[in-house]
């Protein structure tokens, strides 16, 4: 039973164009993140999520915007796709303010061309 | 300034060697120290916390204070500690993680 997925695993588009990215976890946890994973493979946080609340926004672009349904749920949704946004974004959960480990997702893959 | 440094982008030892990873952080306060393990193929995953003080894998990682450092070891590498390792340092609170860069560990037979 997968802890933390993401879909899709994989996304191809072009320059200028609307996408998101899917996240669920199911270990009851309360805070969520999203990173981004360039290709020196250097993991960077864009975003923490505590019960749906936005705690951190790590100075990403307007372009990126979290959305939090509930505490099970963290969407990533980028307008106007530039190449330089091509990396591998990676979904996280931790139970914050216990033992701080993070569950990550399995990755995906965007590629603007 | 907030900073892991992981020196190594690169380390290749022969199996059976003794291993150690470089990791020294910069940070006002009392962070948790994490080291985090990416076999190919595979997602994230932790490997060990300093709180802890436990050893995984035959991998021991010590906190020091004075050093900023948390070095992680292994006495005798295998084949299949192959993977990049991460030390990242979480904040008090638990919201923001900061990832070293990483280093890949070959480990040839």
């Known amino acids: 039973d997968t802890a933390v997925s993401q879909t899709p695993k994989y996304l191809v588009t072009q320059m200028g164009n609307d996408k998101s990215i899917k996240c669920e976890q199911n270990?009851?946890?309360?805070?969520m993140y999203w990173y981004k994973q360039d290709s020196k493979k250097f993991l960077k946080i864009m975003f923490s999520?505590?019960?749906?609340?936005?705690?951190i926004n790590e100075t990403v672009p307007n372009r990126f915007s979290p959305k939090s349904p509930d505490k099970a749920h963290l969407n990533l949704h980028i307008n106007s796709l530039e190449l330089g946004d091509s990396a591998v974004y990676f979904c996280?959960?931790?139970?914050?303010?216990?033992?701080?480990?993070?569950?990550f997702g399995p990755g995906t893959r965007l590629t603007v061309t | 300034a907030q900073r892991v440094t992981q020196p190594e982008k690169l380390l290749s030892v022969f199996k059976g060697a003794p291993v150690e990873l470089k990791c020294n952080y910069s940070y006002s306060g009392s962070p948790e120290l994490f080291w985090y393990v990416q076999y190919s193929r595979q997602r994230l995953q932790l490997l060990l916390r300093h709180i802890s003080r436990e050893s995984i894998k035959g991998f021991t990682a010590d906190l020091n204070k004075g050093e900023t450092s948390f070095h992680l070891k292994k006495p005798f590498a295998q084949e299949e500690d192959s993977a990049m390792y991460y030390c990242a340092l979480t904040a008090p609170g638990g919201f923001k993680t900061i990832f070293g860069a990483g280093t890949r560990l070959f480990v040839k037979a």
């Open positions: 270990l009851g946890h309360d805070t």
């Open positions: 996280a959960s931790s139970q914050g303010r216990v033992f701080y480990e993070q569950y």
């Open positions: 999520y505590n019960n749906k609340e936005l705690i």
